[in-house]
């Protein structure tokens, strides 16, 4: 269904890229752009104006693209690609210096003749812009019938996400606002819906009755880098959970959407969210786990632990691992623990859905055997696979788990965009069904809240775990008091998952 054509209008299709000089633009953005341009799916017109603080000229601003796509596109450039090249411009700009844009408002009447006003308008800018550039593109007169797109942080808590919204909503109308979560332009975040919905042998027992626990896991081997200023203020709560765990969630565990339409999918999302049965005081602290990673070892390589990062205070409280048991208090999954783990410098890159099925209580007979596990895999392999119980040969009745599985980017690795290209496309072409929704958004910030106040009032030193293992000795017992291990994929075992 890639690219299947829903609800659209294609108009308009200046794109403007507020950040053009800048990280997100120079490493996803334009390689994004340039492989849609490969397979032709560019919408015809489109044309893109970066703008920076950065004084380049035309000619300058078209080598540094080059030199974008040329470093990170999953396609690489055979040559010069000056027919693609010629779609960009540049517009020199200091956001923050500037009162007005006048000057932005002339640029763009020239190149796009004074009757089309319509843009669209990406904010690849820090969070404490988006406001103020909001509020001069309305001054300008460039928001009416514009589109904007944000990306993650949409506010801080609950509090200065709605004072961002408040703003946004003053100018923009809702559909005209695109809020950018990269994991829903992952396939397999996608495939979610698919697999679950169009199989019978899954949907029937997608609930309470047949599902024992599901894992939701993005486990990361790599630390923050260069980000620690950012990170100290985020933390894995903000950074992960909010967003990318709460959409993976949703996903999961959201009721079939009567169609495909944008609002059709948000509306379960947003039911399943606001279905979380909210947490307390006790719950948050026996059900959520933080912790925060010391020095070790990741793949033969020493690392050093996070207070030893640049900008990181050395005696920081940042989590830079969560891990927590959620329930949605439904019809359709009453009681069912949901378990949430994500953190930087794990053993291991991986994102995965567990679905661990009940075993069949009425045949004991049969002993302990090992539970029915589905496991979505999101990345780094696209996939799927299926744990169940055969007879192992030669024996009596013994038995023994196997597992089959299913490759998505090992057979077609060229079928697998990057979440950038998909999500790209979908802006230019008006498609809001893979961007959160405000009330999405609020929800998510009203289920964390109470865990970001319950952080605050702590005034216990964080947990510590070295790179290179799973977390915190915490998170291991919190699975472990439900008689629980936390699944992760094996390479070199068919009986797939146990970390431990
Ligand atoms: C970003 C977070 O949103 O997602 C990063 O800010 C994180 O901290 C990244 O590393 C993970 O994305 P992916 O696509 O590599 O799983």
């Not at 703003?167 to 992952?186: C, M, N, Q, T």
């Amino acid at each position: 269904m890639f690219f299947a054509k829903r609800n659209v209008t294609p108009e308009p299709s200046t794109l403007v890229i507020f950040g053009g000089t800048g990280d997100l633009a120079c490493r996803k953005l334009y390689p994004a752009l340039y492989n849609l341009y490969r397979v032709k799916r560019l919408p015809p017109g489109t044309q893109v104006v970066g703008v920076g603080r950065r004084e380049y000229d035309r000619q300058a601003f078209q080598d540094y693209v080059a030199g974008c796509i040329q470093e990170h596109s999953r396609k690489k450039p055979h040559a010069l690609e000056v027919d693609f090249l010629r779609l960009f411009h540049y517009q020199a700009l200091d956001l923050a210096k500037s009162d007005t844009f006048a000057s932005l408002e002339a640029f763009l009447a020239k190149l796009t003749g004074s009757q089309q006003k319509q843009h669209i308008f990406y904010m690849a800018v820090p969070p404490e812009v988006f406001a103020p550039t909001v509020r001069k593109l309305a001054a300008a007169g460039l928001a009416k019938d514009s589109r904007v797109v944000l990306e993650k942080p949409f506010g801080w808590d609950l509090a200065s996400a709605r004072a961002l919204q408040q703003e946004l909503a003053a100018v923009f109308p809702e559909s005209a606002i695109f809020r950018l979560d990269h994991y829903l332009g992952k396939e397999m975040l996608q495939n979610i819906m698919m697999i679950r919905m169009a199989n019978t042998v899954f949907e029937p027992l997608w609930n309470k009755d047949h599902v024992a626990s599901i894992q939701l896991q993005v486990n990361e081997s790599v630390g923050i880098g260069q980000r620690g200023r950012y990170y100290e203020q985020a933390g894995a709560l903000r950074d992960m959970v909010q967003n990318h765990l709460m959409q993976v969630l949703a996903f999961t565990a959201m009721e079939p959407p009567r169609d495909f339409s944008a609002d059709a999918l948000r509306d379960e999302k947003v039911r399943v969210i606001k279905a979380l049965r909210p947490l307390t005081e006790e719950t948050i602290a026996t059900q959520v786990v933080r912790g925060q990673y010391g020095p070790g070892t990741i793949h033969g390589e020493t690392v050093v632990g996070y207070r030893q990062e640049p900008y990181v205070s050395p005696d920081s409280q940042r989590e830079t691992f969560v891990a927590m048991k959620l329930y949605i208090d439904n019809p359709r999954w009453q009681g069912v623990p949901f378990y949430l783990r994500t953190g930087k410098r794990l053993p291991q890159r991986s994102a995965q859905v567990v679905v661990e099925f009940k075993k069949n209580s009425n045949l004991s007979f049969l002993g302990d055997l090992a539970p029915n596990l589905l496991v979505i895999k999101i990345q780094p392999e696209e996939g799927v696979a299926f744990q169940f119980n055969v007879k192992e040969p030669d024996t009596e009745f013994n038995l023994r788990p196997v597992l089959m599985s299913f490759c998505q980017n090992c057979d077609y690795p060229e079928n697998s965009p990057e979440a950038y290209e998909r999500l790209l496309h979908d802006i230019l072409v008006g498609d809001a069904t893979l961007f959160t929704r405000w009330d999405e958004v609020e929800a998510t910030w009203e289920y964390v809240q109470s865990i970001l106040e319950a952080w605050e009032r702590d005034t216990s030193e964080i947990p510590q775990y070295p790179a290179g293992t799973w977390g915190p000795e915490e998170a291991q017992q919190l699975l472990a008091q439900d008689g629980k291990v936390w699944w992760v994929d094996c390479e070199d075992r068919l009986r797939c998952f146990h970390d431990n």
